[in-house]
């Protein structure tokens, strides 16, 4: 193409755009603008870099904390709870607390008809009465035995005197061999009534124990018995065992029967509460008792309470179950086993902890607890 055309040459001219001219900024001072490229630049830049920082904090922030926590959610806050039954057996007359009600150790929670173990108790003193009587009757036949044999001696000695009378009568012929043989006859009744009597004396000295009247059997199984009957009406006011608040209360209806050894109302024990995480045997290799822990309940999102691992259980979950694993036979299948960890909870948590809330936890494996003596000896032993 020529360069004399001018059609070209003016058609390439016009289709050309024109430069666009430099962008201007005010200037604050002077009131004149100045370019704003390097300004838009610095953005750019900025933004560039900071998107590589932000992802490099964030793996180092990993890095840091990765193998540091060991967590589960199989976890749930347990308090010891003491469950509470009646001793002996009758109808409920009153009940003196309520559901959720806070108790202290020794109140009163609720009365069991006392009529009848009065009753025994009355019989019981008549049963102590009866054997003092009892007894006071021994002691005295005891005396009478001894006056017994007193006497039977005396008579054998006098009935063996006559009788070597009418011996020596009869040989000289001055008797009659029929009064002779009564005089005989005479000493054997003395001697079997002193054998009689000494046999009587025995048996009531046999009867009576060694010592004061408060020892002998009879007085003291009657006494037994009114202790018992004492404590049997002791036991128709059921008391609380321990301070918690009471639960279960729907059993515990007036007129309703009591029944010994059968629980009726449950006293849950606030004091002792506790988180108990159930984890993995595979998380358990540097975890150790008082190693720092952090709780986190589903219940109160956003609390979190501090804690340390107060003990790890001796056995897994499945070892304790009503029905363990038989890993002896052919359908043995390898399953990851999980233990139980008490988590203590330090301080005052600052909501209520309900027996059974499920929680989170993570333990601080970074931080190695000096072991204690017991656990040393046990190393020591291994």
């Not at 709870?81 to 607390?97: D, F, K, R, W």
């Not at 000494?198 to 009531?204: K, N």
């Amino acid at each position: 193409m020529s360069e004399a055309d001018p059609k070209i040459s003016k058609t390439d001219s016009e289709a050309a755009p024109a430069p666009a001219p430099a962008a201007v900024a005010p200037n604050a001072a002077t009131g004149a603008t100045a370019p704003a490229g390097p300004k838009r630049a610095w953005r750019r830049w900025a933004l560039m870099l900071s998107v590589p920082l932000v992802l490099l904090l964030v793996g180092g922030y990993f890095w840091l904390t990765s193998g540091r926590y060991v967590s589960t959610d199989n976890a749930y806050v347990q308090q010891d709870m003491v469950p509470v039954a009646s001793q002996v057996n009758g109808p409920i007359v009153e009940v003196l607390v309520h559901e959720n009600q806070f108790v202290r150790r020794g109140d009163v929670l609720f009365r069991i008809d006392p009529q009848p173990y009065r009753i025994a108790l009355a019989q019981a003193e008549a049963q102590i009465a009866g054997a003092q009587v009892q007894v006071n009757r021994t002691m005295t036949e005891t005396a009478e035995s001894v006056v017994d044999i007193t006497g039977a001696e005396r008579n054998l000695d006098f009935t063996q005197r006559n009788f070597e009378r009418y011996a020596a009568l009869m040989s000289r012929g001055f008797t009659t061999r029929v009064q002779y043989d009564q005089a005989r006859h005479a000493v054997d009744e003395a001697r079997e009534r002193l054998a009689n009597a000494r046999a009587e004396a025995a048996t009531a000295r046999a009867a009576i124990a060694p010592g004061p009247v408060s020892n002998q059997p009879a007085l003291q199984a009657a006494q037994v018995a009114r202790q018992q009957a004492l404590l049997n009406l002791s036991r128709t006011e059921v008391r609380a065992p321990a301070d918690g608040y009471i639960s279960q209360t729907e059993r515990l209806q007036v007129g309703g029967a009591a029944v010994g050894g059968v629980p009726l109302v449950t006293i849950v024990r606030s004091a002792t509460t506790y988180v108990e995480a159930n984890y993995k045997e595979t998380d358990l290799a540097d975890m150790f008792v008082g190693q720092p822990a952090e709780i986190e309940l589903d219940a109160y999102p956003g609390v979190e309470i501090r804690g340390h691992v107060e003990s790890i259980g001796r056995g897994t979950g499945s070892q304790f179950s009503l029905l363990p694993a038989q890993n002896a036979n052919g359908n043995w299948v390898k399953v990851t086993q999980r233990v139980p960890v008490r988590i203590a909870i330090d301080g005052d948590p600052g909501r209520p902890m309900i027996a059974g809330l499920s929680a989170n936890v993570w333990v601080d494996i970074r931080q190695r607890p000096p072991q204690r003596p017991q656990q040393s000896a046990a190393a020591q032993h291994r």
